[in-house]
């Protein structure tokens, strides 16, 4: 319960850190009023917790804007901060926000596409650029790493375009596709795959397959008896 001599709950609290920086400040008023809606009067003393960890106190007196620079150098989440002031009739409820501090997870990388030419054995592949996070935070600047399947060989680290080129010899009939994770520095994204490509125009005889995973059907097409 709160005593109604009480401070109200602090006003106007925004935590504000810039870019992918893990250092800002937090910012809020003192109330005016008591919990019962009288004139609040004398300092009340503040405090300012990051979930169980005490980031700052203080005091103020009612009306007065505060803030509290903050280094979260040891931290690359997702915060809740909470504000509470008390005096001597004793604390006021919680005021609280949130926000993703530091680098944000990107979001996969969208419309990933995968062309090979049959003649030449070129492969592109193209994608586009994720523009949010997972938790709407800090994206930051874009690199890529593409990943070539069946044979699973990384075939790009960090790029910066939003293709990649190669060219594939011909090894029978082989299925090709591709994954492309998105990373910022801090964060990687969770893997978008490509359509597949089939490259080859036979196998090689004697020919055996077991179809031992759902893989194997890539190669071959089914036909629907009328």
């Known amino acids: 319960m709160v005593a109604g001599?009480?401070?109200?709950?602090?006003?106007?609290l925004t935590a504000a850190f810039s870019g992918g920086s893990l250092t800002g400040s937090v910012k809020f008023k003192v109330p005016t009023k008591t919990y019962s809606g009288g004139t609040l009067n004398g300092a009340v003393t503040y405090t300012v917790t990051q979930e169980?960890?005490?980031?700052a106190t203080g005091t103020a007196q009612p009306g007065e804007g505060s803030h509290s620079?903050?280094?979260?150098?040891?931290?690359?989440?997702?915060?809740?901060r909470r504000?509470?002031?008390?005096?001597?009739?004793?604390k006021s409820k919680y005021t609280r926000c949130e926000q993703w501090v530091g680098y944000d997870e990107p979001l996969p990388?969208?419309?990933?596409?995968?062309?090979?030419?049959?003649?030449?054995?070129?492969?592109?592949l193209t994608w586009d650029a994720p523009t949010s996070t997972v938790h709407n935070g800090y994206l930051?600047?874009?690199?890529?790493?593409?990943?070539?399947?069946?044979?699973?060989?990384?075939?790009l680290t960090k790029g910066t375009d939003t293709h990649f080129t190669e060219t594939l010899t011909k090894k029978g009939v082989v299925y090709y596709s591709y994954g492309v994770t998105v990373n910022n520095?801090?964060?990687?994204?969770?893997?978008?795959?490509?359509?597949?490509?089939?490259?080859g125009d036979s196998v090689g005889l004697p020919y055996l397959?077991?179809?031992?995973?759902?893989?194997?059907l890539n190669i071959f097409k089914n036909y629907r008896r009328k």
């Not at 990388?109 to 592109?124: D, F, S, Y």
């Open 5 to 12: 001599n009480a401070p109200a709950a602090a006003e106007q």
């Open 52 to 55: 169980k960890n005490v980031l």
């Open 69 to 80: 620079q903050r280094n979260n150098s040891r931290r690359r989440t997702g915060t809740t």
């Open 83 to 90: 504000k509470t002031q008390k005096n001597s009739a004793g």
């Open 109 to 124: 990388a969208q419309n990933v596409k995968l062309e090979i030419n049959n003649e030449t054995g070129v492969a592109n």
């Open 140 to 155: 930051g600047a874009l690199s890529y790493d593409v990943v070539r399947y069946p044979d699973k060989v990384k075939v």
């Open 185 to 199: 520095d801090k964060q990687v994204s969770q893997q978008k795959n490509s359509n597949g490509a089939i490259l």
């Open 209 to 216: 397959e077991e179809f031992k995973t759902p893989a194997a």
